[in-house]
C-alpha cells in the first residue's frame, strides 16, 4: 500500500490512525454485526456515537455551557443560507459582512436573498487579490444588523485571523454579534468561543469527511428563525432534537468523533498549534528564502492553514506538479481563481509531510535554476 502526502484543500487528509479504526470496525461495529452505516441513528449504539462526538468536541474547544453543538447537511455554502433564514428578522433584517476573500463573497450574496447585505469593510486590491483583512476601527458597522458575517481563514487566498475580545464588545455594543465560517482552520489551535454568537463550517478539512457540517451556536440565537426556514435547518429543531431531526450523516459523525479523539491523545488543541506554527514557518520561511516561490499575504495574516504560493516562472508550473506526483505529493495544484500551488497543511498533514514537500520544492528550484 502507498499512501501519498496529501495537500489537498478539502475533501483533504485525515489521519492515518482515524481510517485504520475505521477499517478494523467496518464490518462489526462494537460487535452489533453491522457496519456503522448500517444501523438506526435512534439505536443506543449510535446514540452513544453521536453524544461521545460532540462531548469531545466540546472539551477540545473547551465551548461554554451556552452554546449548542449542531451536526447538520448542507455545508458551509448551505450555511450560509441558512444562518440568515434563522438570524433576520424583526427590526434587525441587515447582515454585515467583512469581505477577505472568495468565501465571504459568497457569503455575503447568499445573505442577499434573505435580507440586506451589507459590505462594511472589503479587502479586495480591485483586482481580486485579497493579502489582509481589514482592520476592525476602519469597518462600517450598522446601526441594526442582526450579525456580522466574517471567515476568519480563506481557503482559496490564503488569509487568517481572528477577532480581539475589544472587538466582540464593540460589536455587542450595538445589539450584534459575530459569526463566523470557519471551515478550515476550526480545530487548527485554541479559540475563545465566547466571542462568536455563531461558528459554522464544513467537515472535510479538519473534521472528517464531507457530508457534516458543523454550528456552535449560542443558545439564545435558537428563536429567531424566520417562517420561511426549512424545518431541518431551524437550530431549535435540530438542538431540541441531538441532531437527529431529520437522519443524519452517521458515517461522518462518527468518522469525526474519532478524529476528535485523535486530536485529544495527540494532546488536544494547545500541542496541535505548536505542530501548526512550526509546519506553517517552514514553509513559508522557504518560500521567503527562495527566488523561485513567492507568497503575496502580508506576513500577519499568513494563514497556517492554507498556503498559496506562485512559481516566478509560470510555466515551470506543470512539470513542478508532475514532478511532485511522482515524489508522492498530490493536491497541490492551486485554486482556478488564483492559480499557482496552494498547500494545504491541515492538522492531518504531518510536520514530516511538509519537511518532504520542502525539500522537493528545495530540489525542483535548484535544478531550474541550473537549466
Ligand atoms: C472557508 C470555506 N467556506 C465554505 C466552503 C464551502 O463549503 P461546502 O462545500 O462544505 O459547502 C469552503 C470549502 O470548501 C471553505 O473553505
Known sequence: MTRVYNFSAGP??????????????????KGTGMSVMEMSHRGTVFT???????????????????????????GAIGENAIVPMNLLGGERTV???????????????????????????????GQGRFTYYPEPSSWQLSDNSAYVAICTNETIHGVEWYPSAELT????????????????????????????????GGAQKNIGPSGVTFVIVRDDLLDRAQAICPSAFTWRNVADNDSMFNTPPTLGIYCAGLVFEW??????????????????????????????YRNDVQPTYRSCMNVPFFLNDESLNQTFLDGALAA????????????????????????????????????????????
Open 169 to 200: 464588545a464593540r460589536i455587542e455594543a450595538s445589539g450584534s454579534f459575530l459569526v463566523s465560517d470557519m471551515s478550515s482552520h476550526i480545530l487548527s489551535r485554541p479559540l475563545d468561543v465566547s466571542r462568536y454568537g455563531v461558528i459554522y
Open 48 to 74: 452513544e456515537v453521536l453524544v461521545r462526538a460532540r462531548d469531545t468536541l466540546r472539551r477540545l474547544l473547551n465551548i461554554p455551557s451556552n452554546y449548542h453543538i449542531l451536526f447538520m447537511q448542507g
Open 328 to 371: 508522492g505529493l498530490a493536491g497541490l495544484k492551486g485554486h482556478k481563481m488564483v492559480g499557482g500551488m496552494r498547500a494545504s497543511i491541515y492538522n492531518a498533514v504531518s510536520m514530516e509531510a511538509v519537511q518532504a514537500l520542502v525539500a522537493y520544492m528545495q530540489a525542483f528550484e535548484r535544478q531550474h535554476a541550473q537549466s
Open 12 to 29: 483533504a487528509a485525515l489521519p492515518l490512525p482515524v481510517l485504520q479504526k475505521m477499517q478494523a470496525e467496518l464490518l462489526d461495529f
Open 263 to 292: 486530536l485529544e491523545a495527540n494532546g488536544g488543541l494547545t500541542e496541535m498549534a505548536k505542530i501548526n506554527d512550526a509546519k506553517a514557518k517552514l514553509l513559508y520561511d522557504t518560500i521567503d528564502n527562495s527566488r523561485l
Open 95 to 125: 447582515s454585515d459582512h467583512v469581505i477577505s476573500g472568495a468565501w465571504s463573497i459568497k457569503t455575503q450574496k447568499e445573505a442577499g436573498k434573505y435580507g440586506e447585505s451589507r459590505i462594511i469593510a472589503n479587502a479586495d486590491d
